[in-house]
């Protein structure tokens, strides 16, 4: 904010682009710590510093400029000449949000490492067909529940979209006139993260709205997982789930209502998918076990 305010706004951008290539060297770095004697970590230019200014700069992000000030504020006059502890800053900012802000602390602040997105796309002049999917550098956060800026390249102009990625694989269908070139993801630094394959799927475009409003609130977790994953859906009744390994043999069937387990310890470590088929439609995910 800083360089913001006295050296411009690439300048900024410019330092949090440095501070996000340093702490993305370690696929397991943490914020949250408890061993006091350990001066080094307590002074660590990369954990506590740069992944501790980042991590707010997305807080910022999450909460939008009018109520990440206001619950600094509120923070500041609460705990003022006292001293005060992480979840007495989340119940804080909650109070004065009125916003669950349990992932964010979760992910960002407990949580180790950070997500890497990969999409694909397709327009077609009508619509933007959008397939969003990211894994992370550590198992011990195995997803980011968090908005997400999307830079859309087009030669009629680019426009930037935000949307809420609430698991490891999103869709979306998003009215635009515009026929899109390529994608970037987070173009204004908000989020550690980096990026992968990003493609053009024509095959998208056979997306409707009811698969991808059972895409959105259908949710695998952990993936990646070495025991077990579990699968929820609270809106779907009398489904089928499938998981088949790459050749598409099948390892496990069963009937899906609302929530299944499928236990993967028995085995081997790779990828592996799954299909939900429902009345509602069909989703088909990739699991991978370690």
Not at 190 to 205: F, R, T, Y
Not at 217 to 234: F, H
Request: glycine share 4%; proline share 3%; charged share 20%.
């Amino acid at each position: 904010m800083a360089y913001d305010h006295f050296r411009g706004h690439q300048a900024a951008q410019n330092k949090m682009q440095s501070v996000h290539d340093n702490v993305l060297q370690d696929s397991f770095a943490m914020v949250y710590f408890t061993d006091t004697n350990n001066v080094g970590r307590i002074f660590s230019k990369r954990l506590t510093y740069d992944k501790g200014s980042a991590v707010i700069h997305t807080l910022r992000f999450v909460l939008g400029d009018s109520l990440f000030f206001k619950g600094l504020r509120e923070f500041q006059s609460t705990f003022s000449f006292n001293t005060a502890s992480i979840d007495d800053l989340h119940i804080v900012l909650e109070t004065v949000s009125n916003m669950s802000l349990y992932d964010y602390f979760q992910q960002w602040l407990y949580g180790e490492g950070y997500p890497v997105y990969s999409a694909e796309y397709y327009s077609d002049g009508t619509n933007i067909y959008l397939k969003v999917t990211h894994v992370t550098s550590s198992p011990v956060t195995p997803v980011f529940k968090t908005p997400l800026e999307i830079k859309c390249l087009s030669v009629s102009g680019d426009t930037t979209l935000r949307v809420n990625i609430n698991q490891n694989t999103n869709t979306f269908i998003i009215p635009c006139s515009k026929i899109l070139n390529g994608l970037e993801f987070d173009p204004n630094n908000w989020l550690l993260n980096k990026e992968d394959l990003v493609v053009e799927n024509p095959a998208l475009v056979s997306l409707h709205v009811a698969n991808t409003e059972m895409e959105n609130q259908t949710l695998m977790y952990p993936n990646p997982s070495a025991d077990e994953v579990s699968i929820e859906n609270s809106t779907l009744r009398n489904a089928r789930y499938t998981l088949r390994d790459l050749n598409g043999s099948v390892l496990q069937e069963g009937n899906f209502d609302q929530k299944v387990i499928l236990q993967l310890s028995h085995l081997a470590a790779g990828v592996y998918f799954v299909e939900v088929i429902s009345s509602q439609g069909k989703i088909s995910r990739k699991l991978s076990k370690y």
